[in-house]
């Protein structure tokens, strides 16, 4: 992805993939004329609400259990400064700043549609807070849906708190002044439209859908390679087979293995030498195609919130014509099911690979030495990395549990119903990286059980993703530090481009 790049909005719907491309990738993000005109007649609402005197939630009132209380002139501006300041209280670690920036990134496109009432200059501080590098530091927890993460990003407009600025953390002060940029003045409805929405979960989970998708890629192949090392039959990949049951994702799946593993002699010569093989080898098609389509439900589902207008309330028509309507688009009901499924998915994964690496190392049903090292003893070789995704294997079950089925009261009874939709998108990102560990320590095994297979030529693809790895990882003699060898393997399955230069068949 050039830096260069831009992603514009304008009238069409934008994807999960814009959104990392801005957040991860630096593609620069503008607005068209149309969208600033769209901005502009939301905020003339706004205006002729507070002109009338007109009673409008978060527009002439206070907020949450507050609503009821009216507001005027001077007010409104202090109530958005300080819905922000009193909004900002969240805790633990900052998130990464690509995940900021994705949040930020989903942000502008809700603010895009023209429903907020936001002021033009609050969205443009905003883009130059993205497009020049300047990544508030957002503490990770606090969120029942919406709102902390938000105003953490919000007072950064105002010069408060830290960013993440040309390497190094400093005052939002100090960063926005060494891009010549002022603090932002706030007018009516500002502050509520800063922290109301989906974009915390919007954001994060258009991430999560990026790695989802590189790691269901990463696991045919691996678990390929696995199925190769364990000498399975063939048989069960069968295209008609297969098409016997028609999930799409399994369809893919069993595709993918059949090129991957196309002119293997190791599959060749093992064709018979058992009926079946057990559930874990035979049912790759299955499982992972059943994780192919939950990410394309998940898709689908944060893919429409990313092209909602979820803030409350909503301007419809023009200032001579209007509506303000309360209601309860920023509740994440549908991208925090979707987080939930996703993760549960992929999970799943790595559940399998697990199950996979497992028979590896093990010589009572994989035919190999023991530990997939040629001095079982004296050496324990790969024993232990299995202790290490059965770990994460029992955090992923655990991560496994739906966040939306939590539920608290806030706001003094006002909001008593809620998504969790930011924990749930924030777990999914905690199993995919778990996820990728495992996949990576089995890609170690399998690549390992290669070296004693390698008088036999290995599949098209399998082949390649072997060599790929010893290209960083030597094979395995003796005892040694392991730790490293996992991290490097784990480098490859996050490479956003080794993927589509090596194995481009692998869909």
């Known amino acids: 992805m050039s830096l260069a790049e831009k992603i514009v909005i304008a009238d069409a719907p934008l994807g999960w993939q814009d959104v990392a491309a801005v ?85 502008i496109i809700n603010y895009s549609h023209g429903k907020s ?21 957002v503490p990770s927890q606090g969120s029942v849906g919406y709102l902390t993460h938000m105003a953490h990003i919000g007072v950064a407009l105002l010069g408060i708190g830290l960013v993440s600025y040309r390497g190094r953390v400093v005052s939002a002060e100090v960063a926005m002044a060494e891009e010549g940029l002022q603090p932002v003045q706030l007018g009516a409805k500002d502050g509520l439209c800063l922290v109301n929405g989906t974009p915390c979960m919007t954001g994060l989970g258009c991430l999560a859908l990026a790695d989802a998708s590189r790691l269901l890629q990463w696991a045919d192949v691996i678990g390929a390679m696995s199925f190769e090392a364990l000498r399975g039959q063939i048989a ?27 002119g293997s002699e190791v599959i060749a010569s093992s064709q018979g030498i058992r009926t079946q093989d057990a559930l874990s080898i035979r049912s790759i098609p299955q499982v992972h195609g059943a994780a192919r389509d939950q990410l394309a439900h998940a898709a689908k589902q944060l893919e429409t919130e990313l092209n909602a207008a979820t803030d409350n309330p909503l301007l419809l028509g023009t200032p001579e014509q209007y509506r303000v309507v309360s209601q309860a688009n920023p509740h994440g009901q549908s991208v925090a099911l979707a987080a939930d499924l996703l993760a549960i998915a992929m999970a799943e994964i790595g559940s399998i690979a697990e199950r996979r690496l497992d028979r590896l190392i093990n010589p009572h049903v994989s035919g190999l030495p023991a530990f997939l090292v040629a001095e079982p003893g004296v050496n324990s070789g790969m024993m232990i990395v299995q202790y290490v995704a059965a770990s ?31 924990n749930a998108a924030l777990k999914l990102h905690q199993v995919l990286e778990n996820c990728t560990q495992i996949l990576a320590i089995e890609y170690l095994l399998a690549a390992q059980a290669f070296e004693f297979l390698k008088q036999q030529r290995f599949g098209t693809g399998t ?45």
């Open 236 to 262: 069960a990949f069968d295209p008609e087979i297969i098409a016997l049951k028609a999930h799409p994702g399994m369809q893919v799946v069993g595709r993918n293995l059949r090129v991957l593993l196309e």
């Open 117 to 137: 009432g936001i002021h033009r200059q609050v969205v443009e501080a905003l883009l130059a807070l993205l497009n020049r590098g300047i990544t508030p530091q």
């Open 392 to 422: 994460l294997c029992a955090q992923n079950r655990q991560l496994g549990q739906p966040a939306v089925l939590d539920n608290y009261v806030t706001s003094g009874l006002q909001e008593d119903h809620l998504s969790l939709g930011t």
């Open 23 to 107: 957040a991860r990738h630096g593609a620069q993000l503008e607005l068209t004329d149309s969208a600033w005109a769209r901005i502009d007649n939301a905020q003339a609402i706004v205006r002729r609400v507070v002109d009338s005197g007109e009673r409008a939630y978060g527009i002439s009132t206070g907020l949450g259990a507050l609503c009821n209380v009216m507001l005027t002139g001077e007010q409104l501006s202090q109530l958005s400064r300080n819905t922000l300041l009193s909004h900002a209280c969240g805790v633990g670690p900052a998130l990464a700043d690509e995940q900021t920036r994705a949040i930020l990134c989903a942000a």
């Open 463 to 507: 082949g390649i993703a072997w060599c790929l790895l010893r290209e960083r990882v030597p094979a395995y003699d003796q005892d040694r530090w392991l730790a490293p060898d996992i991290s490097s393997a784990a480098s490859l399955l996050k490479d956003p481009q080794l993927l589509n230069k090596r194995f481009s068949k692998v869909q």
